[in-house]
Structures are given as C-alpha cells and as structure tokens.
C-alpha cells in the first residue's frame, strides 16, 4: 500500500512540473511550485504575501481623516467590457498631461487619494488618475492585503489599465508612478501604454526582468528603492539596472538607507526625510518630462 501512495504521489508530482513547464509563464519561486499569471513579474511580487516575514513588515495602516479637496471618484470602462474605478484630481486647465497612480497592496485607500492630491498640486497642470486594480477592495489587515494582491488577475489589471489609456484619449502623455504592488504596476503600465508612456516612477516594487517587454519601454525609468529591502534587494535592483541599460533604456535608481514601504507615512518603518526626498525629486523628474 505504502509503494502504491508513493507512486501516485510521485505522478502527481511529475504532472505538475511538467504542467507548469510547458506553461508560457511557469516558474519555480523561492523554491515553490508556481504556475504564474500571465506576468511573471507582478506575480513574483504576489508570492511574497505567502512569507511571513513580509506580512509582518506591513502594520495595518492607520485611519486618516481625508475629505478629498480636489478629486472624486469616478467609473470608467475597461476594455473587458466590465467598469473600473479610480480616483480623478482633474486639472482646472485644459491639458493632455496625466499622471497614473498605482496604489500599493491595501488598495485605493485614503492615503493614496491624498497623495494623488499632492501630485495634482505640485505637478500643476497635470490630470492625476488614481486606478484601482482592487476593483473597490480596501484591505485593512496585512492579511487581506497579501489575499486581494495574490487575487489580482494579469488580464484584469490591464484591462483597467488599457481602459484608462483610453479614457485619458490617444493624444495623451502618460507618466506612471507606485509603490510596493504599484510600483512594479508602474513600469507595466508605462509598457501597456506604449508610444504615450512619457515617464515612469517604480518606488520599491518588483521590476520586469523580460530584456524582451523592456525593449519595447518609451519612458526614462526612475526607481526608488531602499538598500534593507529583503525582497525587492540590491540584487534585483542591480538586475534590472544592468537589464535596462543592455537593452539602451534610460533608468536612473536612488537607494536609500531604509525599509521596504519607507515612504508611507503608515508604515512603522517611514522615514520622513527620506520620503521627502523621493518625492520632491520624483516631482523634478516628472516635471521634465511631462
């Protein structure tokens, strides 16, 4: 009986690799089975909600006292035909100028909205659309977070993305920016959006490693990442660094001596004279070229 178990286990096992071999995405993550989605490299940032240790690195974000001034919220249609939501600071002059924000893994929470505010702001005449890849979750546990990342369907998300490009028209100029789950958002957005992508700000989120998808980016790539990171480390911020320039891609990386999330004011690990930092050279760096 015991060499029987063993056998149908050991088949089983074998289907599964090859299974996932013969998948156009299959990957083998931190030493887990993985049949990734569509995009390896945002469903390697999703397998971390699988390790503790980056759960505990997120404390729930605190609750903000946050009446948008500017912006509200709207519904767009995406290209699947479904509605997707975001958050609009419109720009009081007339532009083709826009900025998309990609929020991190609690989701289009307060914090993001504010934030999405102070770009409009300090940007000028600049439309600033929060989207919203949760599709109107907000996780307010590292827990429900880890899930709603790890739910987030490739086809999905680009489907809200390319519904927004359409939104903001064919003659717009689009600049991405996001953080953590964003982040690595950003620089798929900048992709998906093509000969309209103008800039692109990654903070500390996972970065595409297909020479292949980079060679067909438009904008100069700006990565803010932080040097204690144990997950988006040294290690893949220098890959992609070497990646990009190989394929003769404009990226300009600033590393601060800080923690994953260091710049959201929720997270016990916030540095604020680092997130100054980041953000007012963000705001030169979109300023060029928008």
Not at 28 to 39: R, W
Not at 45 to 54: E, Q, R, T, V, Y
Not at 157 to 181: L, M, P
Not at 220 to 244: C, H, K, R
Request: glycine share 6%; proline share 3%; charged share 25%.
């Amino acid at each position: 009986m015991k060499k029987s178990y063993t056998f149908i286990s050991l088949f089983f096992f074998t289907f599964l690799v090859i299974s996932c071999q013969n998948q156009p995405n299959g990957d083998m993550t931190e030493g887990k089975l993985c049949c990734s989605i569509e995009n390896k490299a945002t469903a390697s940032f999703a397998s971390f909600a699988s390790d503790p240790a980056f759960l505990n690195k997120h404390e729930a974000p605190e609750s903000i006292d946050f009446k948008p001034a500017l912006g509200e919220d709207i519904t767009f249609k995406a290209t699947d035909g479904q509605d997707a939501k975001a958050f609009l600071v419109k720009s009081k002059k007339k532009t083709n100028k826009y900025l998309f924000v990609i929020h991190e893994w609690w989701g289009l929470n307060d914090y993001i909205k504010k934030e999405a505010e102070k770009f409009a702001k300090d940007l000028g005449a600049v439309h600033v659309l929060a989207l919203d890849l949760y599709d109107g979750k907000l996780a307010t546990t590292p827990e429900d977070a880890g899930k709603y990342m790890q739910a987030t369907k490739a086809e999905r998300a680009e489907a809200i993305i390319k519904g927004a490009i359409a939104y903001a028209g064919d003659q717009a100029r689009i600049a991405t920016v996001g953080w953590c789950f964003g982040g690595g958002w950003s620089l798929q957005s900048s992709l998906i959006a093509k000969d309209q992508a103008v800039a692109c700000i990654i903070y500390y989120g996972m970065p595409e490693k297909d020479k292949e998808k980079l060679k067909n980016l438009k904008p100069d790539v700006l990565g803010i990442f932080a040097t204690e990171d144990a997950w988006i480390n040294n290690q893949v911020v220098s890959d992609f660094e070497a990646a990009m320039k190989e394929v003769g891609k404009n990226v300009e990386i600033k590393s601060y001596k800080a923690d994953h999330a260091f710049a959201n004011p929720s997270n016990p690990k916030y540095n604020k004279a680092f997130a100054e930092d980041a953000y007012t050279y963000s705001i030169k760096f979109l300023k060029k070229r928008l």
